[in-house]
C-alpha cells in the first residue's frame, strides 16, 4: 500500500492509481507491445548480417580510462593507486574524461598528475557518454573502465590483460570490495542475470569457491577491461539508460547475444566507495526510479523472444496492481517508471533495431551461457575417454547416516563410483548436525559441497510445481551446480531423485542422468486406496497432475533416466514412448559383501519392521499392519513379538505401539544388526514406487521375509521363491504364521533370496555398467570415439 501520514491522502492516492491502471495503463502497455512489433518488422526487412571473423586484441599495454565530474576530491585520494598499479609499463596509459567539472578538476590532474592524459569535455555526458569518448581516444586494444572512487591493488592489471586469451572475450571484470569493510557487499563482480517471469533479475555473487576466470552475466563499467573494438561495434554505452544503471549489463548482453564472451577474474581486486559518485548528488528515491525505468528499457531493446516478451508485459502490468496492494518493492513496476520509459519508446524502438541487427543467438542462449555449467557446455568439449571421468553427484537428502532406502543406494553407489571416477557431490543436508555425519563423505569424493536446507524460491519457480518439487527450488542451489560443473570441468551429472529434476538442463555435450529412485506420481496415485481424508484427497489428486505434468517433461531433459525395475522402466515408457532412454540395472544395488549371512540363532517368533518415517508409505505401512495383521497373528501366536526400527517418529511414538506387545528401537547405528538377529521381515508397503532396499538388505542377510506385491515389486512377482507374497490382512497373517512354525521352509527361502542379490543387485557390478554408461552416452553427445578396440562409440 501507499504510505502518507494522512490516511485521506492515502486513500485518495489508491483510488486515483487504481483508475490509472484500470483505464490508462492497458492501453499504454498495449501502445509499448504495438511498438516494439513494428520494430521488429522493420528489423525484418534488412538482409542478415555476416560477421567478420573474431581477433585477439593486443596485450601489450592496456589504456585506463576514468569518467570524472566533479570529482577532484577522489581523483587526489584514489588516483595513485592506479598510477602505482600501471608503473610496471611505460606503454600503459591513464585518460581522464572530464565530464565539463566545475571543481577544477582539469587543472588539479594537469598540475598534480602531469603523465594523466586528460579529455575535456565541453558538456556532461555522463557516465556512458564519457566512456565513450574515453574509448574512442584511448590508444589501446585493452581498456580498462574504472569509476573515479576506485583504488586498485597494485596487482590488478595483469589478470584482466590475461583473460583476453580468447578471441571471442569482449570483457573482464574484477573483484570489488567495498573501501568501506563494515558495508555489507553489495557488488563483487561476479553477476548472475537470470529472465524470470517477465523481467532480468540481476544480483552479484560471493563464491570463495571461485578462484580463477570464470563467465559472468555482466562486466561492470567502473571495474572492468574490455576489448575497445568490440565495444565500439557494439555502439559503446548506449545513452537510453540515462542517467546511469544497466548500461553496463546492456552492453554485456548484447555481447553474449553476438557470440561473444564476459568473464570474472578474482586476482583482480579494486575498492569501491559504493555510490561515492551518484549517492552524493541523487536521492536513493530517484535512483530507485531510474532503475525500474531502465529494467523496462532493457527489455523493450533487447528481448527480441516474444514468449519472453509477452511474459514482460503481462508482468509490467500485474506488477503495478501487486505494488498497489501489497507495497513497493524494488522488483515491482511503478506507473511513474512506465510513463518514464514510454517517454523513451521511439529511442527504443531504434535501439532495438541495432541490437537485433547484431544478434548471433537468442535470447535463451544468451542468457544460458554466462552460467558456469553452460559456459562449459558450450564452449568446452568433455573427454568420454579420460582415465577418469568428472562427475557431478547431486543428493537431495543426508547421506550419512543411511536413514532411508534411497541413502543406502546414494551411499554405496558413491563408495563403489568414487573409484572408477573423479565424484564431486553437493548434497543438501536437513540441519546443521547433518554434517559432522556426512563430512566422512570428503574421504571418498574428490570434492564435497554440503548445503543445509535453503528455503526455496517463491518468486521465479511455476506455481505448476509439485510440491515435492518446489521445496528444492533455490537460486543458490542452481548457482553452485553451474559454479561446480565449470570449476571442476564436470562430464556428466548425476541428479538423485525426481524433485531435483527441477535443475535438468538444455547441455549439448555434457551428459545428464537422472535416478528415479521411485516413480512420483505413481506413488501419489498408489496412496489414494489409503486415504479417509477427502479434503487430503483432494490435496493428492491436485499435487498427482503437477508431479504428472512435471515428472513427464523433466525427464525428457535428461539423456538417460535410471529406473528401479523393470516394471518402472515399463510404466513410464507407456507415457513417453521411445524418447529418453530408460535405463534399469544401474544403480538399485547394495554392497552384498558388507552384510553378513546368518542363517541360524536368530530370536524366535520375532517380526522386524524397518522405514524411515518421514517417508509416507513407510506411515502407512505400519499402521496398515499394526491395526489389521497384528492383531490376527497375536491371536494365534500370543508370544510373537514386534520389533520397530526406523528414524524420525513423532514423539510419543514408542508409548502407542508398546501396549501392544511391540518394541521401538528408533534409529540403529547399524541396521545389519537386526538383520542378523530377529527371525523374519515384514514388508507391508501399500504405495511407493521402485525397488525397497530394506528387502535387498533383508535378502543379503539371510531374514525370510514376507512382502506385499508393491513392497516386493522388482524383486518377485510370485510368493514362496524369495520371499511370501500377501496383499490382504488374513492372507499376510497367514504367510507369516507360516514362515515362523517351518523354520526350514523358511530358511530356504532365505538361501535362494542370498543368491538372488548376490548374482543381480551387487553394486559393484551395477556400478561398473553404470560408468560404462555414463561414456557411452557421452561419446554419443560429443562425437568422440572410444580408443579402446571393440568399443562402440
Known amino acids: ?139 589501446h586494444d585493452i581498456v580498462v573502465l574504472l569509476n573515479s572512487d576506485m583504488r586498485v591493488e597494485p596487482g590488478f592489471l595483469q589478470p584482466l590483460v590475461e583473460g583476453f586469451r580468447d578471441p571471442r572475450v569482449f570483457a ?230 543411511p536413514v532411508h532406502g534411497g541413502a543406502v543406494f546414494m551411499g554405496q553407489t558413491l563408495a563403489e563410483l568414487a573409484q572408477r571416477a573423479q565424484v564431486h557431490l553437493l548434497c543438501l543436508l536437513d540441519e546443521e548436525k547433518d554434517l559432522a555425519t556426512n563430512q566422512t563423505l570428503d574421504r571418498l569424493c574428490a570434492s564435497v559441497e554440503f548445503l543445509v536446507r535453503m528455503p526455496h524460491d517463491r518468486g521465479g519457480w511455476s506455481a505448476l510445481l509439485p510440491h515435492a518439487a518446489r521445496v528444492f527450488s533455490n537460486r543458490d542451489l542452481a548457482w553452485r551446480i553451474h559454479r561446480t560443473i565449470f570449476t571442476e570441468k564436470i562430464d556428466v551429472v548425476q541428479v538423485d531423485y525426481t524433485q531435483l529434476a527441477v535443475y535438468a538442463m538444455a547441455f549439448e555435450r555434457v551428459a545428464t542422468f537422472l535416478f528415479e529412485h521411485d516413480v512420483y506420481f505413481q506413488s501419489i496415485a498408489r496412496g489414494w486406496s489409503n486415504e479417509r481424508s477427502v479434503v487430503r484427497l483432494v490435496k493428492s489428486t491436485y499435487e498427482y497432475l503437477r508431479a504428472l505434468r512435471f515428472e513427464l517433461r523433466a525427464i525428457r531433459k535428461f539423456d538417460a533416466v535410471q529406473v528401479c525395475t523393470r516394471e518402472n522402466r515399463e510404466f513410464l515408457a507407456s507415457f513417453l514412448g521411445n524418447g529418453t532412454p530408460l535405463q534399469e540395472g544401474l544403480r538399485a544395488g547394495i554392497d552384498v559383501n558388507r552384510y553378513r549371512y546368518v542363517a541360524g540363532g536368530r530370536e524366535p517368533d520375532t517380526l522386524l519392521f524397518v522405514g524411515n518415517f518421514q517417508h509416507l508409505p513407510n506411515q502407512q505401512a505400519l499402521n496398515f499392519f499394526w491395526q489389521r495383521v497384528w492383531p490376527l497373528i497375536r491371536r494365534q501366536r500370543p508370544q510373537t513379538r514386534l520389533i520397530i526400527v526406523g528414524a524420525q517418529a513423532g514423539p510419543g511414538f514408542a508409548g502407542v505401539y508398546a501396549a501392544g506387545g511391540a518394541e521401538f528401537l528408533g534409529h540403529v547405528e547399524d541396521i545389519r544388526d537386526p538383520l542378523e538377529r530377529y527371525a523374519l521381515f515384514v514388508c507391508p508397503v501399500l504405495s511407493g514406487s521402485g525397488v525397497r532396499v530394506k528387502l535387498l538388505e533383508a535378502f543379503a542377510s539371510g531374514i525370510p521375509a514376507v512382502s506385499t506385491t508393491i513392497g516386493a515389486e522388482g524383486l518377485a512377482s510370485a510368493g514362496g521363491e524369495l520371499l511370501e507374497l500377501a496383499d490382504e490382512p488374513h492372507q499376510f497373517a497367514a504367510k507369516t504364521l507360516g514362515l515362523l512354525a517351518d523354520p526350514a521352509r523358511a530358511r530356504a527361502i532365505a538361501e535362494r533370496a542370498r543368491r538372488e542379490v548376490e548374482q543381480n543387485w551387487d553394486i559393484r557390478v551395477l556400478t561398473e555398467r553404470l560408468e560404462a554408461s555414463y561414456r557411452g552416452i557421452l561419446r554419443k553427445k560429443t562425437g568422440v570415439r572410444s580408443e579402446e578396440p571393440g568399443v562402440e562409440s
Open 172 to 401: 573482464v571484470s574484477a573483484q570489488i570490495f567495498f573501501t568501506d569493510p563494515s558495508k555489507v557487499r553489495e557488488e563483487t563482480g561476479l553477476t548472475e542475470g537470470l529472465w524470470i517471469e517477465g523481467r532480468l533479475h540481476v544480483r552479484h555473487i560471493i563464491d570463495e569457491r571461485v578462484r580463477a576466470l570464470f563467465p559472468t552475466f555482466y562486466a561492470g563499467g567502473g571495474s572492468s577491461a574490455y576489448d575497445r573494438r568490440k565495444l565500439l561495434e557494439l555502439g559503446g554505452f548506449d545513452p537510453l539508460y540515462e542517467p546511469f544503471y544497466l548500461e553496463d549489463a546492456d552492453l554485456s548482453y548484447m555481447a553474449w547475444k553476438r557470440g561473444w564472451t564476459v568473464h570474472y577474474q578474482p586476482r583482480s581486486v579494486v575498492y569501491h566507495e559504493h555510490r561515492g559518485t551518484i549517492g552524493r548528488r541523487f536521492n536513493e528515491a530517484f535512483i530507485q526510479a531510474a532503475l525500474k525505468k531502465n529494467f523496462l528499457l532493457f527489455a523493450w531493446k533487447n528481448i527480441h523472444d516474444w514468449r519472453m516478451l509477452a511474459a514482460h508485459f503481462g508482468y509490467v502490468y500485474g506488477s503495478m496492481w501487486v505494488r498497489l496492494l501489497g507495497g513497493d518493492t524494488p522488483t515491482r513496476t511503478s506507473p511513474r517508471a512506465l510513463l518514464a520509459a514510454l517517454r523513451h519508446l521511439g529511442s527504443a524502438m531504434r535501439a532495438r533495431r541495432r541490437a537485433q541487427a547484431l544478434a548471433a543467438v537468442s535470447d535463451q542462449e544468451a542468457f544460458r551461457r554466462p552460467l558456469g555449467g553452460y559456459f562449459r557446455d558450450r564452449y568446452e568439449t568433455p573427454d568420454p575417454n579420460r582415465e577418469k571421468l568428472h562427475v557431478l553427484f547431486l543428493s537431495p537428502y543426508p547421506i550419512l547416516p
Open 1 to 139: 500500500m501507499l504510505k502518507s501520514s494522512n490516511p485521506l491522502a492515502v486513500w485518495l492516492r489508491v483510488v486515483l492509481v487504481a483508475v490509472f491502471l484500470l483505464v490508462a495503463a492497458p492501453p499504454l502497455v498495449i501502445l509499448a507491445a504495438v511498438a516494439l512489433f513494428v520494430a521488429d518488422l522493420l528489423a525484418g526487412l534488412r538482409p542478415c548480417r555476416s560477421f567478420p571473423p573474431d581477433a585477439l586484441p593486443s596485450t601489450r599495454a592496456a589504456s585506463v580510462v576514468i569518467p570524472n565530474w566533479n570529482g577532484k576530491d577522489l581523483l587526489e585520494k584514489y588516483l595513485p593507486s592506479v598510477v602505482t598499479a600501471l608503473q610496471g609499463n611505460p606503454e600503459n596509459e591513464i585518460l581522464v574524461v572530464d565530464n565539463a567539472s566545475t571543481d577544477g578538476s582539469a587543472a588539479f590532474l594537469r598540475e598534480r598528475f602531469p603523465q594523466v592524459r586528460v579529455l575535456e569535455l565541453d558538456r556532461n555526458l555522463g557516465f556512458g557518454g564519457g566512456s565513450n569518448a574515453g574509448m574512442r581516444t584511448a590508444r
